[in-house]
């Protein structure tokens, strides 16, 4: 998966991998803005060193990795008390310039830089404004979900800062068919990531679309520290994923907003799609996701195949195939007389897992989808071994 901002790496992660106090101050709290903006300025300080600076370095046996605080210090223009104040957490009362200043010194992209803003404002911020933190964020505004519908030739979905897919179109949820058989809802493209092994099958490049999904979890926990459920989530992931775990330990934040990605799915295939993130107006924390196709590229006839597929099968299907890819013109399925299933929206409180349920099924393992069987009789070819 290749995205708009590259992600950043630390030089060094600030607590040893699955050690105790990484688990434990994620698993109970993102609100813990002390520490996340500790660890923050500190790992981001590590990676930089004194030439990339523009700092002369004498000696080889500087003690610490990257810049020195007072480096960082005289590089902000601020006194090197009130830069370790900072780094050690204490961002009250922190200006725009000063942070704007540590920012330039830090050589911040603009997703660390709003992170370093956002980290600031959680740390000034009232006890009413946290208690009211992450209200009014779950509910899908009225009229998404016939807009979604109105597309029809390309996958869109709705998603809020905790990557949990609230509504869909009928092509989404085809295309996104094995996380949506998740039986956990709303259905969450983090929680399918690093806990479901299907995952590493289905993403082509599964390490590059693991961090940065946690690198747009970390901004997300910036802008909302203190909301409970994404707080429950990154402690889920950290306790049950060591690979979950060392990328949130190394504080890597980016923006998540286009890009493309390479997914190998179980009806069409290997297939590439371009995606661009919209904000939903008025402030509610939902971006929606809208998937598209080079024109006349086989992505583009995959897209028309599996749109095909999915207006041809129901949830009530009793089963599906192994892993197959799209077979030859001559061998594709016409309509077979069954429904087409259209898009539901998770704040409704319709769900794949419930609509696969409701015929008394369960998805099968191997090749399960909430649309039911794939590609009939011996006329599919095996996508993979």
Do not use: C
């Not at 402690?235 to 979950?244: A, I, K, Q, V, W």
């Amino acid at each position: 998966m290749r995205g708009d901002t590259t992600v950043r790496d630390t030089g060094g992660d600030s607590h040893p991998l699955g050690s105790t106090p990484t688990v434990r101050h994620m698993a109970g709290n993102t609100g813990d803005h002390r520490s996340e903006a500790r660890e923050f300025l500190t790992s981001r300080r590590a990676r930089l060193s004194p030439r990339q600076a523009g700092l002369v370095a004498f000696g080889d046996n500087r003690r610490v990795p990257g810049l020195r605080r007072e480096e960082v210090a005289a590089l902000s223009g601020v006194s090197v008390v009130y830069y370790t104040r900072l780094e050690r957490g204490n961002l009250v009362g922190a200006s725009e310039s000063v942070l704007g200043a540590i920012a330039g010194a830090l050589q911040l992209d603009d997703a660390e830089r709003e992170h370093l803003f956002d980290l600031a404002r959680a740390a000034n911020a009232t006890t009413s404004a946290r208690s009211r933190a992450g209200a009014g964020r779950a509910r899908v505004p009225a009229g998404i979900q016939r807009v979604l519908d109105a597309i029809t030739d390309a996958p869109a979905d709705v998603r809020n800062g905790r990557r949990d897919i609230l509504a869909s179109n009928k092509l989404a949820r085809a295309l996104y068919s094995d996380i949506h058989a998740e039986t956990t809802q709303p259905p969450n493209v983090a929680r399918f990531t690093f806990l479901n092994p299907r995952a590493r099958d289905f993403f082509v490049d599964w390490h590059t679309a693991a961090s940065d999904i946690v690198a747009s979890l970390r901004i997300e926990a910036g802008r909302h520290p203190y909301d409970r459920p994404l707080s429950d989530l990154v402690g889920e992931l950290s306790t049950r994923s060591e690979e979950f775990r060392v990328r949130w330990a190394s504080h890597n934040v980016r923006h998540h907003t286009m890009g493309t990605k390479r997914m190998h799915h179980p009806v069409v295939g290997e297939i590439e799609l371009a995606y661009q993130a919209l904000v939903l107006p008025g402030d509610i924390g939902m971006n929606l996701y809208v998937y598209t196709a080079a024109p006349d590229s086989p992505a583009q006839e995959a897209l028309r195949f599996l749109a095909s597929w999915a207006d041809s099968h129901t949830p009530a299907a009793s089963h599906t195939p192994a892993t197959t890819s799209r077979p030859t013109a001559d061998s594709r399925p016409t309509a077979d007389g069954h429904s087409a299933t259209n898009g539901h929206s998770a704040a409704d409180g319709h769900s794949a897992a419930e609509d696969h349920s409701a015929s008394g099924n369960r998805p099968v393992p191997g090749g399960a989808t909430p649309f039911g069987s794939g590609v009939a009789g011996d006329r599919r070819r095996t996508a993979r071994p």
